[in-house]
């Protein structure tokens, strides 16, 4: 059980703000595709970002949709993997979830930092862009600390000016036929190009951490999830299949290719709102996935695998000494200068992943009676069918890139280690969990 925030005003995320919060913890808008158009071209892209969220990114958000509604419980998915397999596969689960956001978080303010240098130059000089970075991850906690009610609704009204440059952009670009964009239908790397569309759909459970400050969470999380997936798919296809009438070269497209594509469409002032839009991306994400993460750290002091003072919240309902000592964290860890690593990525979220299906499957065969206000149909069977795609392209995914190297090392040993690493620490938080539950007794 979770403690229950001081005062019973304290508002909770609705309906909308909880989509476009999980809008930003899984895409941000089109920023990330430009590889995806390159390594395809526009009609293999437009296919790739059709097929890969109907068995990848929509059997994940079924997923979420399901527990979330039956075990709507702070802290989403350690929660799940705790009830269904116990505190150690629980443990685990957090601690995967937590390793892969140092890796995930420094991502975004460097995104942000790459668009601001398209209008301050000076931005990416020297340690100009550490310090901008370990700003803006300040005002990410600053504004988290205000509640998660303030972080979705800033998430809408961020999403929907991130999305209206690229609405002008489609509108403009559908009057200009080329007969010049024939040149962009080449497949020349399909898998290549699901794999990117993968890491540009990833992240749905994330926005499962909140499920004690969502208003009416049974009803609400199935709509969140499918409204999400409608999102995300369209504001990801309507963008290419718009661009692809203009007869730009998709070979010469790059990250960032979207400003350049905005300046020939629609000439500067298009291009600049895109280029403030990519900014708005990196810090759209940043501040959803605060909330997300900070999240499990608050869970597991709950349940005694941290020192108490984690619990403590505002009487908003914000776990504020998480989110301070994780926001921490992620500062320190920009500069170490990561990369994304896919290989790291694929045994951290992969593992994660696949730990929550096993939660859902097992859930139905050991608690049958357990009240599932949104059921995915078909039964067991349904779930393990269900399960089969994510595996499938995460096992694919896993293969692909095995020779990926992190300085001197496989990456593919050194995600082992940290999973391993999890194992150790279990033990060592087992004796602080084990004074906590005497305690409580």
Not at 396 to 402: Q, T
Request: with cysteine; proline share 5%; hydrophobic share 55%.
């Amino acid at each position: 059980m979770t403690h229950a925030p001081r005062g019973a005003e304290a508002r909770k995320l609705t309906l909308l703000p909880l989509i476009f919060a999980t809008f930003f913890m899984v895409a941000g808008g089109p920023y990330g595709l430009e590889e995806l158009i390159q390594k395809t071209g526009y009609r293999t892209s437009l296919l790739i970002l059709f097929v890969t969220p109907l068995i990848w990114a929509l059997p994940t958000a079924l997923m979420v949709g399901e527990l979330s509604s039956a075990i709507p419980q702070e802290g989403g998915l350690y929660a799940w993997v705790t009830r269904a397999m116990g505190p150690f596969w629980g443990f685990q689960e957090a601690w995967l979830s937590l390793m892969a956001s140092i890796f995930d978080m420094a991502i975004y303010p460097t995104l942000f930092v790459l668009y601001l240098g398209r209008l301050w130059p000076q931005a990416t000089a020297g340690h100009n862009g550490v310090f901008i970075e370990a700003g803006l991850t300040l005002i990410c906690v600053l504004w988290n600390l205000f509640g998660s009610s303030s972080v979705g609704a800033g998430s809408v009204w961020i999403g929907v000016a991130l999305l209206c440059p690229f609405l002008v952009l489609a509108v403009i670009a559908m009057g200009r036929t080329s007969h010049a964009a024939t040149a962009g239908f080449v497949q020349t790397d399909l898998l290549g190009g699901i794999l990117i569309a993968m890491w540009n759909t990833m992240g749905w459970d994330n926005a499962s951490t909140v499920a004690g400050e969502v208003h009416r969470p049974q009803r609400t999380y199935p709509l969140a999830m499918i409204g999400a997936v409608c999102l995300v798919t369209i504001t990801y296809m309507f963008p290419v299949w718009a661009i692809s009438f203009t007869g730009i070269d998709p070979s010469s497209w790059d990250t960032g290719s979207w400003v350049d594509a905005a300046g020939q469409v629609g000439g500067r002032g298009l291009s600049l709102a895109v280029v403030v839009g990519g900014m708005l991306c990196g810090f759209g994400m940043l501040n959803a996935l605060v909330m997300s993460y900070s999240r499990i750290p608050f869970a597991l002091a709950i349940d005694g695998f941290l020192p108490k003072a984690f619990t403590r919240r505002l009487p908003n309902g914000a776990p504020w000494v998480a989110i301070c000592v994780c926001g921490l964290a992620w500062t320190l860890s920009l500069g170490l200068s990561f990369e994304r690593l896919i290989m790291i990525d694929i045994l951290l979220y992969g593992a994660s992943l696949l730990l929550e299906f096993v939660a859902l499957i097992l859930l139905r065969i050991r608690e049958p009676g357990l009240a599932r206000p949104f059921r995915i149909p078909g039964g067991i069977p349904g779930c393990v069918l269900l399960s089969l795609g994510p595996a499938l392209l995460l096992g694919v995914a896993l293969v692909r890139n095995r020779s990926e190297q992190l300085g001197g090392i496989s990456s593919l040993a050194f995600g082992l280690v940290l999973m391993l690493l999890g194992a150790v620490l279990y033990a060592g938080s087992s004796r602080l969990r084990r004074r906590h539950v005497a305690v409580a007794d």
